[in-house]
């Protein structure tokens, strides 16, 4: 089963970068109040800025590692900017 490692861009300008086998829902219950990621919660609305599509739930808990603890906010900024994918308005 494929899986998605995702960032957010959270209304305080902070980045989050999570993993998923299903990124429509992801999005939507990070923007519930109750839901999503305790980091998230205090900072709706997230928007989806990239995603990257894996071949299995290890792979994409592997990247969303190397993500967060190896790439510095220039480098996933940089990530997101050279992001080729579609991104919808609703952030799917």
């Known amino acids: ?10 209304a305080d300008g ?6 998923t086998n299903d990124l429509e829902k992801r999005v ?14 205090s900072r ?3 928007r ?7 071949t299995d739930k290890q792979a994409a808990m592997r ?3 190397e993500i967060k603890h190896r ?3 220039e480098k996933k900024l ?5 992001f080729k994918g579609e991104i919808t308005p609703d952030g799917t």
Do not use: Q
Request: aromatic fraction near 14%; include cysteine.
């Open 1 to 10: 089963m494929a899986a998605f490692v995702y960032m957010l861009e959270c």
């Open 14 to 19: 902070t980045l989050y970068t999570g993993w």
């Open 28 to 41: 939507r219950d990070h923007n519930t109040p109750g839901k999503g990621a305790k980091y998230t919660r």
């Open 44 to 46: 709706m609305p997230c």
């Open 48 to 54: 989806l800025v990239y995603r990257e599509c894996c």
């Open 63 to 65: 990247r969303e590692w």
């Open 71 to 73: 790439l510095s906010r």
């Open 78 to 82: 940089a990530l997101i900017a050279s």
